[in-house]
Each structure stands twice: as structure tokens, then as C-alpha cells.
């Protein structure tokens, strides 16, 4: 009968040790690969505080506005359309945009989303406030294989 409990709280253990381990991986498929440069990591923070607060003098949108739950999900338009999320925006960058007949990079992306759907004051290229930015929606795909051109997520 011992032998028997034993066995069973063993077995239960297993049954436990695979849905943690299964609960990690599905964690680690939606969230970015940690920042280990101690600056790097400053700066995504940074940018990660504009990225959910920053009107930059515009129509009083924040790029969370559209981009939901800070660009790692999918996102809406204020038509409600949707748009894909940011989870791997940095790997398809630069991409051929149809619309501007020419290629974008991401700093043009986004410099692009703060002058047209925020309606803002663009910030420069070099500028902290763009360079955060960066880094956050970067970070967004650490460990995210480089697929230029690729379809977001
Ligand atoms: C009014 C809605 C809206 C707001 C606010 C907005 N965006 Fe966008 N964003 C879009 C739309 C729509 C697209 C996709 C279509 C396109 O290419 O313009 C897009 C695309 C992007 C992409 C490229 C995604 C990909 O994989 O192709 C990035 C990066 C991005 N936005 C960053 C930002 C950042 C950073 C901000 C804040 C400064 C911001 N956006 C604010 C609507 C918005």
C-alpha cells in the first residue's frame, strides 16, 4: 500500500514537472528574450515609458494607442482595423514600404508613426528620445532571427 502511495505522489510529480515545463515554454514564445547590457536595458525602459506616455506634442495619442500592450500584442487602428504587433518588428526592419515607394528602416517607421498617427513633433534621428524608442521596440525581438522583409507577427 506504501509502495503504492509512493508510486501515485512520484507520478504526480512528473505530471507536475511537465505542465511547469510546458507553461515556461509557452511563456518564452510570447515573451522577448531578456536585455543583459545593463545600458541597453536603461534605455528600454526609457523608451518603453515614451512608448506608453509620449504625445510629443501631437493629437494626444501614445503609440500604445494602437500598438496594445506594449506592442507585444495586436494592435487596432482608431477605424478599429487591425494591425499587426511590434513581437517581432525589429527582425522584418528595413522592409519595402508600398505606400512611401521606397525602403524603411525602423527608425523611419517610427519617426513616421509619431509624424503621422500621433501628429507629432518628429524627434531627430540620434536624438535620446528616438534612441529609446529604438531600443524598446528592439528589444521587443531580441532573439528573434533577422527576417528582412519578413511578415510581421
Ligand atoms: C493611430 C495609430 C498608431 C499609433 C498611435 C502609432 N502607430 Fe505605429 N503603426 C500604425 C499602423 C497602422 C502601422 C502599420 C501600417 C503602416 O505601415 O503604417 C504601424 C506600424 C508600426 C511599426 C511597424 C510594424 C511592422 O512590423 O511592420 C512600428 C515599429 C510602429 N508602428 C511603431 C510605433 C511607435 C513607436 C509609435 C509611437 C511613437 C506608434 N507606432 C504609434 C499605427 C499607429
Do not use: W
Not at 504625445?55 to 487591425?82: A, T
Not at 511590434?86 to 517610427?110: C, H, M, W
Amino acid at each position: 500500500m506504501n509502495h503504492v502511495r509512493r508510486n501515485s505522489s512520484a507520478l504526480l510529480k512528473l505530471a507536475a514537472t511537465i505542465l511547469l515545463g510546458s507553461a515556461t515554454l509557452a511563456v518564452a514564445a510570447t515573451a522577448p528574450a531578456p536585455v543583459s547590457d545593463p545600458h541597453l536595458a536603461k534605455l528600454a525602459a526609457q523608451g518603453k515609458t515614451l512608448f506608453t506616455q509620449a504625445k510629443f506634442k501631437g493629437n494626444g495619442r501614445v503609440c500604445e494607442s494602437c500598438h496594445l500592450g506594449g506592442g507585444l500584442e495586436p494592435g487596432r487602428r482608431p477605424d478599429g482595423k487591425p494591425i499587426p504587433s511590434l513581437a517581432n518588428a525589429a527582425a522584418v526592419f528595413p522592409r519595402y514600404k508600398e505606400r512611401a515607394g521606397r525602403v524603411f528602416t525602423l527608425s523611419d517607421q517610427i519617426r513616421g508613426c509619431i509624424g503621422g498617427a500621433l501628429e507629432g513633433q518628429v524627434p531627430e534621428e540620434g536624438s535620446e528620445e528616438l534612441t529609446a524608442l529604438l531600443v524598446y521596440v528592439t528589444s521587443l525581438s531580441q532573439g528573434k532571427a533577422i527576417d528582412m522583409g519578413g511578415k510581421p507577427q
